[in-house]
């Protein structure tokens, strides 16, 4: 099942939601955090979702045994491709492999619905890496203004990001303080 309209992705975001906290409180397999644990957090991806099926360029896919939804992954239609999001499945289906299923059938449709490319994100995930995708790598830049102050917090970034230890563990402590959105 594909909920692309505004009704049937908020029905469908309630139930990833679920199943996207299931798969986070696992206790075995990989660990994966429960990004949407924060009711800001919800609030936000229901009205991004909302705002982007008005456009028609969102897509919950939707795996159904029977008459349960057991995993999800929402997705964005950008262009000629879909950009593949977060996921989450309920754990008494993990040995099924549920998410390599509902991928396979999220890349269906998007060759169904002529798409050209499908993009697996960021993370290396068991369910992706069975397609062997290609990997892209992002490259960045970082630009400093001439003030020494600027010239310090610069110089203290690239140590945080390249270094290991004590100091870096401090700097990046310093650098990606976690935020509590509730």
Same mark, same amino acid.
């Given at each position: 099942?594909?909920?692309?309209?505004?009704?049937?992705?908020?029905?469908? %975001?309630?139930?990833?939601? =679920?199943?996207? #906290?299931? $798969?986070?409180?696992?206790?075995? *397999?990989?660990?994966?955090?429960? &990004?949407?644990?924060?009711?800001?957090?919800?609030?936000?991806?229901?009205?991004?979702?909302?705002?982007?099926?008005?456009?028609?360029?969102?897509?919950?896919?939707? %795996?159904?045994?029977?008459? =349960?939804?057991? #995993?999800? $992954?929402?997705?964005?239609?950008? *262009?000629?491709?879909?950009?593949? &999001?977060?996921?989450?499945?309920?754990?008494?289906?993990?040995?099924?492999?549920?998410?390599?299923?509902?991928?396979?059938?999220?890349?269906?449709?998007?060759?169904?619905?002529?798409?050209?490319?499908?993009?697996?994100?960021?993370?290396?995930?068991?369910?992706?890496?069975?397609?062997?995708?290609?990997?892209?790598?992002?490259?960045?830049?970082?630009?400093?203004?001439?003030?020494?102050?600027?010239?310090?917090?610069?110089?203290?970034?690239?140590?945080?990001?390249?270094?290991?230890?004590?100091?870096?563990?401090?700097?990046?402590?310093?650098?990606?303080?976690?935020?509590?959105?509730?």
């Amino acid at each position: 099942m594909v909920a692309r309209d505004r009704q049937d992705v908020h029905q469908a %975001l309630q139930r990833f939601l =679920e199943l996207h #906290a299931l $798969r986070a409180n696992m206790t075995s *397999g990989a660990r994966h955090p429960d &990004y949407f644990a924060g009711h800001a957090v919800q609030e936000f991806l229901y009205d991004v979702c909302r705002r982007l099926a008005a456009r028609d360029a969102v897509r919950v896919f939707q %795996l159904r045994i029977g008459t =349960e939804i057991v #995993a999800s $992954r929402v997705g964005f239609a950008i *262009g000629d491709g879909i950009y593949l &999001y977060y996921s989450g499945f309920d754990p008494a289906w993990a040995r099924y492999s549920v998410m390599t299923t509902t991928l396979a059938e999220a890349i269906r449709y998007a060759i169904g619905q002529g798409f050209k490319t499908v993009n697996l994100s960021l993370t290396r995930e068991q369910s992706k890496l069975r397609w062997n995708p290609r990997l892209v790598r992002f490259h960045s830049a970082l630009v400093q203004r001439e003030v020494l102050r600027s010239r310090i917090v610069c110089r203290a970034y690239r140590l945080a990001i390249t270094r290991h230890g004590p100091s870096a563990r401090i700097l990046k402590n310093v650098f990606w303080a976690h935020r509590h959105w509730d």
